[in-house]
């Protein structure tokens, strides 16, 4: 089966859960905000239903800050506007230079660029905006993030993940936005010798290579290429940038589909999408015409969505990696709703709360005839997270969506005790997107502006 599609969702029918999950969001985000110091490190996920760090990267401090911000969007409260702008400008600035991580999208375009995009909009109180500072912080972070580059043969190349110059991850489709914001703003990096490097010439060949090696689209590259799956981490000889293998390091393997990162693929191709639509054609490199750009990412947005619609249960809730060995211990499992308090195998919300703004990106950008099914089925996926058992109703916990993993391989979610497998436990990202897809559509409920960057 797939995900079970209701054509009686609309944008305007989830105003009533939105109302209750901006309630709950205010309590949880103060809650946080009251008790975390900032020695502590970053907050990242629950244990117990309390944040808690892990030291891996600094990634999720944007999330942090991004979710107050949101939550202003959503509710007009001034408290929290403030609270994003103070955490913005007290400890977001050593983000924006961070040359040790690809993750500049989920940092500085959840701060910064949250705040810019507000500024823009008008939405802003006057004596608040400083939109100058914005904007400086959003150029330099793109190009920092344009910096981290690995060529490979033929002329190609990447944004290389924190793990080092041999890997391309497909997260950074979500985390591209940085690039593509910067390059909107009329940035270029500055290299050696004075060389001008355009912007948008690295994130397009940054698309190329993460459709071309991450993206499996069927035509037969390897005995496990079905079309739509993703590979987490594709890995490159750095010596003469040839390809070497699929890999993960989150998921179970290369060979399997993590569905986080299918997830960040659904809502990164139809975001950049959005992007490439908005830029005029003569600002596209020589070898990459924007129609054939345009084409590319179209058929990688619609074969990731297809596979996640056709790999994930009834609710749209999908479990953590579709090729998890313990699957095959729940039988039909995706003929029923996710069971996120099985022995076998965890679900993540996290991801199903990406994939839902990309699939409803997916749905506006197709139109109505073509992207219905994408639409809905983002509706749903919503209507399902926007509800218990994933909308966690305990003020006491301090994570809102649950049931959100962080890294199964390595073992560093909560189990409880009398569980096999973790559960009832969030993720800054999971919370922060569940956010902002409720600001998506309440924003489309009340015939607001599309919620967008570019």
Known sequence: MAILINPEISPQ????KIRQLWKLSGVKIQRLQSRWKPGDG???FTKQGIYTTRGWTEWTQGFQFGSALIQYEGTGQDEFLLMGLRGTRDRMATHVSDIGVHDHGFNNVSTYGNLWRMGCEGTLPLELINREAWELALKVSGAIQAARWTRTAGGGGFIHSFNGPHSLFIDTLRSLRSLALAHQLGHVLMSEGGEQVSLLDRLVLHL?????????LGAGRDAYDVCGRVAHEAIFNTK????RCANSQQGFSGLTTWTRGLAWAICGFAEQWEFIQSRPSSQFPEGSPKAEVLKSVRNAAIATADFYLSQTPTCGVPYWDTGAPGLVRLGDYLDRPADPFNEHEPVD??????????LLRLGRLLGKSRGKVYWQAGL???ETLFSEPYLSTDENHEGLLLHSVYHRPNGWDYIAPGQKVPNHESSMWGDYHLRELALLI???AQGQPWLRFF
Do not use: C, M, Y
């Open 13 to 16: 029918s989830l105003i009533p």
């Open 349 to 358: 919300s996290s991801a199903a709360a990406i994939a839902a703004q990309g």
């Open 42 to 44: 970053t907050p990242v």
């Open 240 to 243: 003469d940038g040839q390809f």
């Open 380 to 382: 749903k996926v919503a």
């Open 208 to 216: 190329e290579a993460t459709i071309k090696f991450n993206v499996f």
């Open 442 to 444: 309440q924003r489309e």
